[in-house]
């Protein structure tokens, strides 16, 4: 996290104007990691910095201009007809309209309200309100500020109001949440678990799949699942971070298990063969998700398809401490925000092994120092104050725990934290907690044109 509490910023920087700027977020968010770019470093369990070449941008999905333009003409006509004879004022009362019960009801809320609630707190998202560090079953928008107080010691205009109304007299509750900033990260050693769980994924299995450990020249991180390409000849491989595959320095961007051969024993996995980093808002929640016509999501993913010369053999669709999963968990805007949020989660990494949460909000967004408007699909809180991820968990797999006997479904993947940088205060007399970011599986297993395999059978089916 930066130490500037003027937004929450989430190891990125740069202008998003063009197509030519998104390459600018890249080239600063790896730039900002303040690692050499040229000569080898020891292995790390983040990405490297460097500038992105030519031989190496095909890789990437980005937003086009054109598209950018559309998109926002669009919005702004989506919009401007639902504004019309709208919004009365809620200070001091509550409406007396319907209570927002769907994930869109919530976003199209804040939508609504989106300036207004830039001025008073460094980011937003959506979820259920929390009540002593517990999630109620109140629909309500989460606004994230440096330090929460007493309304007794604010002014009239820095207090938020109690409710937000939307169109048709929707309405939903506002909480507040503290965000609490602890300034630069200090260089300590990388935290990680020693258990025979985490050191059979770090190379001690004969198999490997998803929480196992991959690793390039000079990044490490954590397989999130076995997949298969939607187009040309169908390759198998696997999903990770982008962050954790592509080190831009390097246009041939290949991938081993456990590490390199230059700097342990492992086996060359394959290369990739796609990417992205970054993606437009209207395409990962439509129009309707937001006015701001220049929002990205942090997309974050890579595929790597296995080399021809691998024996797939010793690839498992199991999750290892887990078992089976099930199918993708799709998430569905117009369903009931309890269908997400509240719900218990599981993750296998290859630095903490396996570990549960909850998701506690859902669609967070955020500006960062330049003003630029970001999302996230998920935060993560671990159970009883417990980390959810550490570094080098960049992937892995966020699994739905399994109701009435169903296998944990997939929802999404982890690409970052918060540890060392900033933590949520959610309980009084407590100290604050490290949260988790994830990105939506669903989607991004669609733009990058894959499907998740479950099975042995349907590993074998090809």
């Not at 560090?133 to 109690?162: M, Y």
């Not at 269908?339 to 669609?363: D, E, F």
């Not at 970052?416 to 988790?436: C, F, H, I, M, S």
């Amino acid at each position: 996290m930066d130490r500037n509490p003027s937004g929450l910023k989430f190891h990125l920087s740069g202008s998003s104007q063009s197509v030519e700027s998104a390459l600018d977020l890249e080239r600063n968010y790896c730039n900002n990691l303040n690692l050499p770019s040229s000569s080898p470093s020891p292995l790390q369990p983040f990405a490297s910095g460097g500038q992105l070449s030519e031989s190496n941008a095909a890789y990437f999905s980005w937003p086009t201009s054109s598209r950018l333009i559309d998109a926002a003409e669009d919005r702004a006509n989506y919009f401007g007809n639902l504004q019309k004879g709208v919004l009365p004022e809620t200070l001091g009362r509550l409406p007396s309209g319907q209570r927002a019960t769907t994930l869109l009801e919530l976003m199209t809320i804040r939508a609504f309200h989106s300036k207004f609630l830039r001025m008073f707190g460094l980011g937003t998202a959506v979820g259920f309100r929390i009540r002593r560090g517990e999630l109620t079953d109140i629909p309500a928008i989460l606004v994230f500020v440096s330090h929460k107080v007493h309304r007794q010691w604010l002014s009239h205009n820095r207090c938020l109001p109690a409710a937000l109304e939307g169109p048709g007299g929707v309405w939903c509750d506002v909480d507040v949440v503290e965000f609490s900033y602890f300034g630069a990260p200090a260089p300590t050693p990388k935290e990680q678990l020693y258990t025979e769980l985490v050191d059979g994924l770090r190379g001690s299995d004969p198999c490997i799949g998803p929480g196992s450990q991959v690793a390039s020249q000079e990044t490490y991180g954590t397989l999130g699942a076995i997949v298969r390409s939607r187009t040309g000849n169908r390759q198998v491989g696997f999903l990770t971070n982008r962050h954790v595959a592509v080190n831009l320095n390097y246009p041939n961007q290949k991938m081993f298990h456990p590490l390199p051969p230059s700097l342990g024993p492992g086996v060359y996995l394959g290369a990739v063969e796609r990417a992205t980093s970054f993606i437009t808002d209207d395409r990962w929640y439509g129009i309707f998700a937001g006015n701001n016509p220049e929002t990205y999501v942090r997309a974050d993913g890579a595929f790597i398809p296995f080399t021809e010369d691998f024996n797939m053999n010793y690839v498992t669709t199991s999750v290892r401490g887990v078992s089976e999963i099930g199918e993708v968990n799709t998430i569905d805007l117009q369903s009931p925000i309890g269908s997400l949020i509240g719900r218990q989660v599981v993750k296998v990494g290859r630095s903490s092994g396996l570990t549960t949460g909850t998701i506690m909000a859902y669609a967070l967004d955020y500006n960062d120092e330049k003003g630029i408007c970001f999302f996230t699909d998920f935060l993560v809180v671990g159970e009883n104050q417990q980390t959810f991820d550490l570094e080098g968990d960049s992937g892995s797999l966020i699994l739905l725990t399994g109701q009435n006997g169903e296998k944990p479904r997939p929802i999404g993947i982890i690409w970052g934290g918060t540890a060392n940088r900033g933590r949520l205060k959610l309980k009084v007399g407590q100290p604050p907690e490290n949260w988790t970011s994830g990105v939506d599986l669903g989607s991004l297993l669609n733009l990058l044109e894959l499907d998740l395999i479950t099975t042995i059978e349907g590993l074998q089916g090809w």
